[in-house]
C-alpha cells in the first residue's frame, strides 16, 4: 500500500523533507545539471525535485493509483502531472531523456515490472537515475518518513534490478547519512562529507543513475494511450542529447 500523496507532501514542507530535497537535488544536479533540452520524466513522487530541471524541454510528473496525484506545477496554470498504472505507462517507447524514479520502487507491487516499464520509455541515448531508502541506514527504520515504508534496498538490489530491466548501471551516490532527529539537521551536510568517507554504509538514501546496454531498438509503445491534456508525447526525435555528469564522485564510478 503506497503512502497517499497528501503525506508526502506534508513531509516535504516539514524539516526533515526540506533537508531531504536540499542534499538529494544536490546528487541530482551533479548528473543532470538543469537537463537542458531534455524531455524528463518524474515517477513516483519526484515533484520537490522537477522545478530544478529549468533547462528541460518538456517536463512530466507521473504518480502511481495508489498515491494518488497532485497538481504540478504549483505556479503554472498549466497541469504537468498525471495519475498513472505503473507497469503501463501511457506514453511512447524511448519518449524520455531523463526518468527520475523516487518513493517509486520501495512500495511498488512489482518493482522489477515498474523499472521495466521505465526502461521501455527511456530514449536509447537516455538515463535514468533510482533514488531508495537505503536497507543500512536510520531513515529506513523511521515510520515518520516516507523511506520507513515499504521495501528498503542495497545498492546490489539496485543493480540487479537495472540489469533485469535490460539497463546498465553507470554511477552511483548516496545521502541522508545524518540520523533522522531534527536537532543533527544543521550537522547534516557536514556529516554528509564526513559519513562517505568512514562509513559509507550509512546513508539513509541510494540514488543509482544507469542508461541502456546497447542502442537496440526498444519494444512497442502505448502511444495510443497518451493522455490529450498533456499533448502527443512521441519519442524524443533525433537530437544530441547533453550527456550526463554522473551521480558518483571520483572513485566511484561504474
Known sequence: MRRPVQDLRAFYDEPAGLLTRRLVARRLHEAWGTAEGCDVLGLGYATPWLDAFSGARRAIAAMPGGQGAEAWPVASPRNRSLLVEETRLPFAAGAFDRILLVHALEEAEDAGRLLAEAARVLAPAGRIILAAAARGGLWARAESTPFGHGRPFTRRQMERLVREA?????????????????????????????????????????????????????????????????????????????????????????
Open 166 to 254: 535490460g539497463l546498465e548501471p553507470m554511477a552511483w551516490s548516496a545521502t541522508l547519512f545524518a540520523p533522522p532527529w531534527p536537532p543533527l539537521f544543521p550537522l547534516a551536510e557536514t556529516w554528509d562529507r564526513m559519513a562517505r568517507a568512514v562509513a559509507p554504509g550509512s546513508a539513509g538514501v541510494i540514488l543509482l543513475e544507469a542508461g541502456r546496454r546497447t542502442y537496440a531498438p526498444v519494444r512497442p509503445g502505448l502511444a495510443e494511450a497518451a493522455v490529450a491534456a498533456l499533448g502527443e508525447l512521441a519519442p524524443a526525435p533525433a537530437r544530441p542529447i547533453p550527456a550526463s555528469r554522473g551521480l558518483a564522485p571520483a572513485g566511484e564510478r561504474r
